[in-house]
């Protein structure tokens, strides 16, 4: 009865832009190392399996080989990509998908070229917790602020960006939560507002960030970093009494689940997947031919 009631409002405050695109998502596929002719390979078999968007997540930009260093340094690598995206691009495109970049800007890393010039834009300082050796860059300050603002609108400038994954991976502990997330939401409205078609996942280290204000800004949501179908219908069975499941990626993965290690059929990673916005979250180059054929069919379905 409330998922009746909640649903219908939610769909009216925040209606959704375009189609629910099949996604394929780099990151469980190669995690930090990318490189051009793996990719696409990758992208070969995306497409061969029906997927509609191609998403690169973390690691395409300068010095950015882990989790320890180089966020806020938004700009494409040129020792991974010394001709930028530019071929990625190309490849995604002839064979029909749409491309997708993974960011997260509201946050530096203490190992970036941002934080050594601008230390004064780093919330809390040298000083309090981290996670993922990062901290919150405090975009309520104008010139932080314009920065990120200013190497988004770059990115979109020259890459024929469809789809930006917005990643959120600290916790915001300092005082200043309401004029931060101030501060993102205006963020995120004059990036659509100059890029009216981009859409916006919230990924926020998963599910960490799934709530009735940033709604109102991306056309979907992350739940959660585990592609374990087990778990997954559980966080999909309370994370819809809100949302719509619609607004919800959910991934096939491997077999084998990165985050608990457990094993699970083909059918029933796929099935978990049909209620929600679906995608891939597996490396389809160690998928066998006949799960390849599976793949496809199940694509096919959604």
């Known amino acids: 009865g409330l998922s009746g009631r909640f649903h219908p409002y939610v769909r009216a405050r925040s209606p959704l832009r375009g189609e629910r695109r099949l996604v394929l998502n780099t990151w469980e596929a190669v995690y930090f190392e990318q490189d051009l002719d793996v990719l696409a390979q990758l992208v070969d078999a995306a497409a061969e399996a029906g997927v509609e968007r191609f998403v690169v997540d973390d690691g395409w930009f300068t010095g950015r080989r882990d989790d320890r260093r180089a966020l806020g340094d938004w700009s ?48 809390g300082g040298n000083a309090g917790p981290t996670w993922r050796h990062q901290r919150v860059l405090d975009l309520a300050d104008p010139d932080a602020y314009r920065y990120v603002l200013e190497s988004l609108l770059a990115l979109l400038d020259e890459y024929p960006i469809a789809f930006l994954k917005w990643d959120h991976n600290r916790d915001l502990l300092e005082p200043v939560a309401h004029r931060q997330v101030q501060a993102v939401y205006r963020l995120m409205d004059e990036l659509r507002a100059a890029a009216p078609d981009l859409e916006i996942e919230s990924c926020a280290s998963g599910g960490a960030r799934v709530d009735l204000g940033i709604i109102e800004r991306v056309d979907r949501f992350w739940p959660s970093d585990s592609n374990d179908p087990l778990e997954r219908q559980q966080i999909h069975r309370w994370t819809t009494v809100l949302v719509p499941p619609e607004y919800l990626g959910s991934h096939l993965g491997a077999a084998r689940a990165h985050t608990t290690g457990r ?31 599976q793949v496809a069919a199940w694509t096919a379905a959604y």
Do not use: C, K, Y
């Not at 020792?79 to 995604?92: D, E, F, K, R, T």
């Not at 978990?272 to 390849?292: D, H, K, M, P, V």
């Open 76 to 123: 494409v690598d040129p020792g991974v990509w010394p001709q930028g995206l530019h071929p990625l691009v190309s490849l995604v495109h002839e064979r029909g998908m749409d491309l997708g970049l993974w960011v997260e800007p509201e946050m530096v890393s203490q190992d970036s070229e941002l934080a050594r010039a601008h230390p004064e834009w780093v919330l």
């Open 263 to 293: 094993t699970s059929d083909l059918a029933f990673r796929a099935a978990t997947t049909i209620f929600g916005s679906a995608g891939i979250e597996w490396n389809l180059l160690t998928a066998s031919q006949a799960e390849r054929s």
